[in-house]
């Protein structure tokens, strides 16, 4: 017959022996409401509680649990209430290890007993978890459920969900039988039944592909920084045996001019790929700024749409600017915004069809402006499109030399975007193309000087820098 025991738990009820269950936090003030009640019915029924703690003092601890369980400090005294730092139960010797861990829940089990108390109840803080050691993490927690069944011993492990990504999440939910989620205000208890088994497995695996596609992202890098660099060296090469071979014998102009354009497409390259680890890197952490200036949108937009048109047109596509307004001030960065415009018309460029078209259209509504990038290429498959600006996916899995690429751009569009306030979405249809639309609020910012003719000139020649870097693996221009 199973042996049920009270949990403490509001909306739990009575658990089963060997109970492994997780937290998930957003802040250390969850822990009043929820974890208080669990060690005070502990407590009570003459239990061994252990709190290992983690990101918190002990005394804080303290404090909190006398809020609501009197005469706390002699718990401590007879060694009813264990308050241990993670760095002694988890780390030995700066490294962690699975079986020392596993073996000393089973030793404070027996503690347990040889003290007369009827069972435990414990709480392990994994805030201090290093994403290095997960994996090993994880197989612990495994492990564990494996060896707790047939014990008087419940608990409760505390994750931090800011640092916990999807994969860590869905994997902590497989590895316990209770999962505690605070939902506004309230805390819902999920059960590992059959039904949520299925769409716990769903999640692990969309984290899995993710993961997958992950990896499959720094193979391609590796590719996009071997490619042009071998390009680079090959061209330098022919370049040198030209010149070298015959002391008389010139290089043929339209040849040298040859080389040094594969030369100077693939440093783009190279510098495009830098440029968009460097950045993604800085949106990570934080510490990527916009500088905001006061300008017309529509001149911007339109020098942009005017510069790739003569860059493009030997391709034999079309792309057209509309707007229903000449003029209209509002505060952007510049080279962040002409980035943002350059790589979806890449992208429309990309995956064009032959004689295609790409129209490029601003339309003024007053409290914002709607841009609008628009193809009549392949398009999207409908199921791509709810994860079409997710880091590391591709478009275009085939990676056909006229549409390579790492799979960060539309990532880092997305980003740049919401820098400027804006919002970006994406309709498409397989066969007939895609438009990918923006909305931006408008804003202005106080300047001490306006922007003067000969500023938006060199705005312009930087422009076609950006087109040439921006367009650099798109190898039939």
């Known amino acids: 017959m199973e042996i049920l025991r009270e949990s403490g738990i509001k909306g739990l009820g009575e658990i089963s022996c060997g109970t492994h269950m997780c937290m998930f936090y957003l802040s250390r003030d969850d822990f009043s409401d929820i974890l208080v009640n669990y060690i005070k019915d502990g407590l009570e029924n003459n239990e061994l509680c252990i709190w290992v703690y983690s990101g918190i003092d002990k005394n804080i601890i303290i404090k909190i649990l006398k ?85 008087p011993f419940t ?42 088994l299925k769409e716990n497995n769903k999640m692990l695996e969309e984290a899995l592909e993710y993961n997958k596609i992950r990896t499959e992202f ?18 330098l090469q022919l370049l040198n045996e030209k010149s070298s071979t015959h002391l008389n ?55 942009i749409v005017l510069s790739v048109a003569e860059y493009i047109k030997s391709n034999g596509i079309k792309i057209t600017f509309d707007t229903n307004v000449e003029e209209k001030i509002m505060a952007i960065d510049i080279d962040q915004f002409e980035r943002i415009i350059l790589n979806l018309i890449s992208n429309a460029i990309k995956f064009a069809k032959s ?8 339309y003024d509504r007053q409290d914002h402006v709607i841009i609008s990038v628009k193809d009549d290429g392949k398009g999207i498959p409908k199921d ?15 990676l056909s030399r006229e549409c390579e690429g790492s799979g960060v751009g539309l990532s880092i569009v997305k980003s740049l975007v919401e820098k400027h306030s804006g919002k970006i979405t ?20 106080p300047e001490k000087m306006p922007i003067s003719s000969s500023t938006l000139l060199n705005e312009n020649q930087n422009c076609m820098e950006k087109v040439n870097i921006e367009f650099s693996d798109i190898y039939s221009i």
Not at 218 to 235: Q, R
Not at 355 to 362: K, R
Not at 384 to 398: A, G, M, N, T, W
């Open 218 to 235: 720094f193979s391609n890098i590796s590719h996009e920084l071997k490619t042009p660099l071998t390009i680079i060296l090959s061209a």
């Open 384 to 398: 791509k499109l709810p994860i079409i600006f997710e880091r590391f996916y591709q478009i275009d899995k085939s």
């Open 67 to 151: 809020k609501s369980i009197n005469n706390i400090e002699q718990y401590i005294m007879k060694r009813q209430l264990l308050l241990i730092p993670y760095i002694d139960w988890y780390i030995n010797d700066g490294n962690f290890r699975r079986k020392k861990v596993t073996n000393r829940w089973l030793k404070y089990i027996e503690f347990a007993k040889t003290k007369g108390f009827v069972g435990v109840k414990a709480i392990g803080d994994i805030g201090w978890i290093d994403k290095n050691l997960w994996f090993n993490f994880s197989d612990c927690e495994t492990h564990l459920n494996n060896i707790i069944d047939n014990f």
């Open 426 to 445: 994406v309709n498409s249809t397989l066969g007939v193309g895609s438009e990918f639309t923006m909305k931006f609020p408008i804003r202005i910012v």
């Open 355 to 362: 004689e295609g078209n790409i129209w490029v259209s601003l």
């Open 249 to 303: 014998e010139k290089i043929n102009e339209n040849t040298e001019k040859k080389y040094i354009d594969i030369i100077k497409q693939n440093s783009y390259r190279l510098l495009r790929l830098v440029n968009n680890i460097i950045d993604l890197t800085k949106i990570d952490s934080n510490f990527f700024d916009i500088q905001l200036k006061n300008l017309n949108i529509v001149e911007v937009v339109e020098n």
């Open 155 to 196: 608990i409760i492990c505390l994750y931090n969900l800011w640092k916990c990504t999807s994969f860590q999440i869905a994997d902590v939910i497989r590895n316990h039988k209770y999962t505690l989620i605070k939902n506004e205000a309230e805390w819902s208890v999920l059960k590992i039944s059959e039904l949520e």
